[in-house]
C-alpha cells in the first residue's frame, strides 16, 4: 500500500511559477512508478511528468521545457516545478505511484493517488 499527500498547489498569473509536492509513504519499493498527472474540468486526467521503474523520465508534449519533474528519494517525496504558467495548465494536479510491467519498463499501472491540489493561472 502507498500513500501520496500533495502540496503546493494555488492560483498565479498566466507566465508565473508554483512548485507542487508530494510525500510517498508506504511500500513503493524501486520497482515503481511515480508522477504527476492532471485533470482539467471535462477533461480526461492526463500523465504530466514521473518517472518509469527504468529510471527514465516521461514529460508530456505540452509541459515540456516549462515543467521540471525531480525525486528526492532520501526525504521520499516528489516536486513538480513549474514555470511559464498558461491557463491551459488550470487542474486538478494528482501524484501517483504504481508498479512497472514486467518485460514492459516504459509501461506503469498507476494503483495510487493522492486526493489532488487545484492550480489556477489566470490570464
Known amino acids: 500500500q502507498v500513500q501520496l499527500e500533495e502540496s503546493g498547489g494555488g492560483s498565479v498569473e498566466a507566465g508565473g511559477s508554483l512548485r507542487l509536492s508530494c510525500g510517498v509513504s508506504?511500500?513503493?519499493?524501486?520497482?515503481?512508478?511515480l508522477g504527476w498527472w492532471r485533470q482539467a474540468p471535462g477533461k480526461q486526467r492526463e500523465p504530466v511528468a514521473y518517472?518509469?521503474?527504468?529510471?527514465?523520465?516521461f514529460y508530456a508534449y505540452s509541459v515540456k521545457d516549462r515543467f521540471t519533474f525531480s525525486q528526492d528519494t532520501t526525504e521520499n517525496t516528489l516536486a513538480l516545478q513549474m514555470n511559464s504558467l498558461k491557463p491551459e495548465d488550470s487542474a486538478t494536479y494528482y501524484c501517483?505511484?504504481?508498479?512497472?510491467?514486467?518485460?514492459?519498463?516504459?509501461?506503469?499501472?498507476?494503483?495510487?493517488w493522492g486526493q489532488g491540489t487545484q492550480v489556477t493561472v489566470s490570464s
Open positions: 501517483a505511484a504504481g508498479p512497472g510491467v514486467p518485460g514492459r519498463p516504459k509501461n506503469c499501472v498507476w494503483d495510487y
Open positions: 508506504g511500500n513503493s519499493g524501486n520497482n515503481y512508478c
Open positions: 518517472i518509469r521503474t527504468d529510471g527514465s523520465t
